[in-house]
């Protein structure tokens, strides 16, 4: 297995993102002498990692202007004063909707303004659902930018706190829905002007069955931040913050895992005996954290009454189990033809047995490569989605026109990348670590699809 599918399972336990993994087998290199870790390093391997620095600076010219994104179409700044008076605006209109709605749903359900007064119940929920939206989405997107630095680490989790009381308040309005009787909200919900969230009340009735009584959810909610969400902060800053020594420097992990994708074999060792050491050195921190959150989950599954591991994904996702579970048979079994006929025709091409695990995403031999500029990468991206459809092209490139991506690596910046929807209100933003190999053009392309 190598080090990125590594990353990918401890990322992927906690954000549920797949993984795909390799096999290893170490080749024998000429020895010279130790370094100073105990690993045996070759001549060869030292005037490579030198010419990788020299490149890794000549790289960085060759990608042009990266974007970083805009953030003021949400909030202009961790003090700017529409945030707290959103935040201060939201804590009021959570606390007046408990008060004009706790506890008396089933009356209006029974009222001959069924369908009024609960659309006006549900339009209510949904503007204050949107604004803590857009505080959160500002608070998450700021804090992915640079998750060691103290003051936006404080900034998002003062949000988090704060949102985890305001929507404390709200926290009874689903449940009680759940709670009303099914004929008869089936049937007003045909109704105008209720009609219109019909989907929405379908769709958290299928919540219905591991819903708990209102106290226990609202302890599940409150520990929520105390609890699995703080080990996945845990997680992200630690990810963030480790440094890798690699030809001399000390690089962030984006920096490390772009030399697995580098031509020369003896980078993509040095890469991947890099990110060994430091992974061995903070082992226990990740297992405490896999450890934890996977205990966490069994807990908060058998309260439930969740059957199998993966059945509260599959309910967020709204997918039956059995879908799933054909997927992954039709996957597993298209191995052989697949995955493993790739490698073993890879490995003929890299003149081995079977690929160490370091060469799993490097070039194939004696192909040119070089560095794709981000102005080529956006020409490439915004061309195959105009052959596609030249809405989809026109709605991409407002991404680049508008600022609405962060591309460049910098220290302390989420690796990976995500797309975050924000909020119905404001629009989409795209986090990349963009550093010019074709995987990256692929990831960005990627990302826009969400």
């Keep these: 297995m190598d080090f990125e599918a ?22 024998r290199m000429p020895m010279i002498f130790s370094s100073p870790l105990g690993s045996p390093v070759s ?30 179409h949400l909030y202009k700044g961790l003090d700017a004063p529409e945030f707290t008076a959103d935040l201060d605006k939201a804590t009021r209109e959570a606390k007046l909707f408990a008060a004009d709605y706790q506890g008396k749903l089933a009356a209006m359900l029974a009222s001959a303004e069924a369908s009024r007064v609960l659309h006006q119940a549900i339009t209510r929920y949904e503007a204050i659902d949107d604004l803590l939206g857009r505080i959160i989405s500002f608070a998450g997107l700021v804090y992915s930018g640079d998750t060691t630095d103290p003051v936006k680490a404080k900034f998002y989790g003062d949000t988090q706190d704060a949102l985890t009381r305001i929507s404390a308040d709200l926290l009874f309005f689903t449940l009680e829905l759940n709670r009303l009787d099914d004929k008869a909200l089936e049937q007003v919900s045909h109704t105008a002007p209720l009609a219109h969230f019909k989907p929405w009340l379908d769709d958290i009735r299928l919540e219905k069955p591991y819903q708990l009584e209102d106290a226990l959810e609202k302890l599940f909610h409150e520990k929520a931040a105390t609890g699995r969400s703080a080990w996945n902060r845990l997680f992200d800053e630690t990810i963030s913050a480790l440094r890798f ?32 050491k430091t992974f061995k050195e903070n082992l226990r921190v990740f297992t405490l954290i896999s450890n934890t959150l996977a205990k966490d989950k069994e807990i908060s599954d058998t309260w439930r009454g969740f059957k199998d591991v993966a059945d509260s994904r599959h309910l967020s996702n709204r997918v039956e189990r ?41 070039p194939l031999p004696n192909v040119v490569q070089r560095t794709i500029p981000w102005e080529e990468a956006r020409q490439t991206v915004l061309s195959a989605y105009t052959a596609f459809s030249p809405e ?18 910098r220290a302390g910046k989420a690796p990976g990348a ?33």
Excluded: C
């Design 245 to 276: 020594t690699l030809g001399g420097e000390e690089l962030t992990i984006e920096a490390v895992l772009n030399q697995l994708q580098e031509s020369d074999g003896a980078v993509r060792k040095a890469a991947a005996d890099a990110l060994a």
């Design 322 to 362: 059995e879908v799933v579970d054909a997927m992954v048979s039709a996957v597993q079994a298209a191995y052989p033809r697949l995955s493993h006929r790739y490698y073993r025709l890879k490995a003929r091409w890299f003149g081995v047995e079977q690929l160490n695990h370091w060469d799993r995403n490097a």
């Design 43 to 72: 001549l060869s391997q030292i005037q490579s990692q030198a010419e990788t620095a020299h490149g890794s600076a000549q790289a960085a010219a060759e990608l042009g202007s990266l974007p970083e994104w805009n953030l003021d």
């Design 392 to 409: 989809m092209a026109r709605l991409a490139g407002r991404f680049f026109d508008e600022g609405w991506i962060d591309a460049p690596v």
């Design 418 to 450: 995500f797309a975050h929807p924000t909020v119905p209100s404001a629009h989409p933003y795209v986090l990349v670590n963009y550093q010019g190999k074709p995987r990256d053009v692929m990831t960005l392309a990627h990302e826009l699809g969400h």
């Design 6 to 27: 590594l990353i990918q399972i401890l990322a992927s336990f906690i954000r549920q993102t797949d993984i795909v993994s390799g096999q290893q087998r170490k080749i």
